[in-house]
């Protein structure tokens, strides 16, 4: 499975298959949160960052 962290509209978002999720974080936080948020949420799957 492929979860891609994304910037959209001054939030973070995580776009897995055609399903895009908002996350509680502000794009002006630190990208490594998202990343451990993402790695909770869908253990094992593979985190692709996007600008």
Known sequence: MD???QK???LWHLIV???QIRTPFLETQHR????AYARQVYPGAKI???D
């Open 32 to 35: 490594s949160l998202v990343v």
């Open 8 to 10: 959209i509209n001054g």
């Open 48 to 50: 692709l960052e996007r």
């Open 3 to 5: 979860v891609i962290i």
């Open 17 to 19: 298959g055609s399903c």
